[in-house]
Every structure is written in C-alpha cells, then in structure tokens.
C-alpha cells in the first residue's frame, strides 16, 4: 500500500540555519504530496501542497519540491526562526484507494535561538 | 468563522468501557475524516463521513465506528477499549469537492487505564 518516510528527529538548528526535512513516499501512480505543521497543544494545518510532479509547494518561506524520479517532496526553508519549532509531517493522498491521508511518523523541530 | 471543533479535550477511561468523541466541522465543510495518532507518530486514518454514510474506512477493527448528522457534525465511537486505544484523536472537515483541503481540530487526548 501507500506509504510515506521521513527523516527521524529531533532536528536541532539555531536561528537562521538552513533547514531540509527529506521525505519519500511509495504510491501507485502520481499522488498528491502535503506538508503539515503541528504546534505543541494544536492541531495540524496544512503547510503546503503539490499535487502534479515538478510542482513546488510554498508557505510561510518554506518550499517543496515534488520530484516523481526520486519519488521525494523534501520540506525545505533557507532561515529557520525560534517560532518554526514544531512537529512536520509529510503526507500523501494516492490515485487509487479513495481520498485517504496517509502521513509519515513525522520530524520535530527544535529551534535555538 | 469558527473552525473545526472537537470534544472533550481530554478523557480518561478504562479497559473494556466505550466512548464518544465529537466533532464540529468548519462552517460549510459537509466531509469529516477522523484519524487515530498515537504519541510520537504520524496519524493515521480511521474513516471518512460524507453525506451522512461512511465512505472510506482505514484498518481499523470493528469496535470503532461512526456516525454523521444531518448538520454535518460527527462522532466517532469506540467499544470494548483496550489500552493501545490511547492516543490523540483527530477531526478533520473539507468540502466534498476540495479533499486536499483538510481542516484539522485539536483533537481529543483519549487515555484507556
């Protein structure tokens, strides 16, 4: 079935250090790929989108890239700030199976500043 | 505009009692998915409500079920709970036509003892 990976955390950046969150996915087809944020104590929102390959997905100054050669849509953003810190997931809605959300374990972000 | 609603915020519980949760979709959503996110993971998903049937049903047993109300708002049901049912449990609303755009609530902190 469909599934998505994403690099394991904790990821540990001081202020306005590059940061790239990796993510590949496995999916029949061409899925959508999203970027979601969840802030400590809240829900997740919805961070960014794709939903054809070579689409780039942006919000807030991240960006993402949906790469069907490599199968990836890493999450990236070129200055981290102290309000970035939260937990990231990946996640995808497949062609086929209906219009299920499957989402990666996620990666926390700690930022120093 | 209020957004996607959910109670209770938090409820304990013990092995082998049932319990409702309970969701308010974002004004003018008519589609609620819920998903189950156990600590440190991704979630995952649970079933999907739309026109008051269920429509999508992830792999989850039985003894969880749902329920969708003419006003679109949602229940999700679980029997007989054991203790690998705690976790936080999420409400998301979208617009039929609009699946990748998911509204998320801040979820019910669901612990079995």
């Known amino acids: 079935g469909d599934s998505v990976t994403q690099m394991e955390g904790p990821v540990t950046l001081s202020e306005e250090a590059f940061l790239t969150i990796n993510c590949t996915y496995t999916a029949t087809g061409y899925p959508s790929l999203f970027w979601y944020v969840q802030y400590p104590g809240e829900g997740l929102q919805l961070l960014l989108k794709?939903?054809?390959?070579?689409d780039k997905g942006s919000n807030k100054g991240f960006e993402a890239t949906y790469r069907k050669e490599t199968t990836s849509f890493h999450l990236e953003k070129g200055s981290v700030q102290v309000s970035d810190s939260a937990v990231y997931f990946c996640?995808?809605?497949?062609?086929?199976?209906?219009?299920?959300?499957?989402f990666g374990a996620g990666t926390r972000l700690f930022v120093k500043a | 505009d209020a957004g996607v609603t959910q109670s209770p915020t938090h409820l304990i519980k013990t092995r082998g009692q049932q319990v409702t949760l309970r969701c308010s979709p974002k004004s003018g959503h008519d589609t609620v998915s819920w998903y189950q996110q156990a600590l440190g993971q991704g979630p995952q998903f649970i079933f999907q409500?739309?026109?008051?049937?269920?429509?999508q049903r992830g792999n989850f047993p039985d003894r969880f079920s749902g329920h969708q109300f003419p006003n679109y708002s949602s229940e999700l049901n679980v029997n007989a709970l054991l203790l690998g049912d705690s976790a936080l449990y999420l409400c998301a609303s979208s617009l039929r036509g609009q699946l990748y755009e998911q509204y998320f609530g801040p979820g019910t902190r669901l612990t079995v003892t």
């Open positions: 996640a995808l809605i497949g062609r086929t199976g209906g219009f299920k959300t499957i």
């Open positions: 794709a939903t054809k390959a070579d």
């Open positions: 409500y739309y026109e008051e049937e269920e429509r």
